[in-house]
């Protein structure tokens, strides 16, 4: 079973960035596709993006794709959600999710992950 701590959130302004960690524990993360999640208050939790094994596929929701690069360095255990160009309707929990039953695809529903992390939030000021 593997372990994952997000870090990273925060209060900024619109329009300002903010990089999100996920470190993992108990497992090597190269084992797993990884993926993050947000849940905004009174919303579900939707994905936000998601990474292969290797990191050769990448998939990102419609409404961040541009703006919001997922990576990951397994020798690090370690994946990141580069945020850029932040706007107030991005200001949710950002959670961190792990699946090692997906081999090559990259999961973009909740029940693809069977892991996940506590949860960072992120709220952002207009």
């Known amino acids: 079973q593997v372990h994952l701590v997000e870090s990273g959130g925060g209060l900024v302004q619109a329009g300002d960035s903010l990089r999100l960690s996920c470190a993992a524990s108990?497992?090597?993360?190269?084992?797993?596709?990884m993926g993050w999640f947000r849940q905004a208050p009174g919303k579900a939790r939707e994905f936000v993006a998601g990474?292969?094994?290797?990191?050769?596929?990448?998939r990102g929701a419609d409404s961040v794709k541009d703006r919001f690069p997922i990576s990951r360095d397994n020798a690090k255990n370690t994946v990141y959600l580069q945020m850029n160009s932040l706007k107030p309707e991005d200001t949710a929990v950002y959670y961190c999710?792990?699946?090692?039953?997906?081999?090559?695809?990259?999961?973009?529903?909740?029940?693809?992950?069977?892991?996940w992390g506590q949860g960072t939030q992120v709220t952002v000021s207009s």
């Open positions: 990474i292969s094994r290797n990191g050769g596929s990448i």
């Open positions: 999710a792990a699946d090692a039953r997906l081999i090559f695809r990259v999961g973009v529903r909740r029940e693809d992950y069977e892991y």
């Open positions: 108990g497992r090597t993360v190269s084992n797993y596709v």
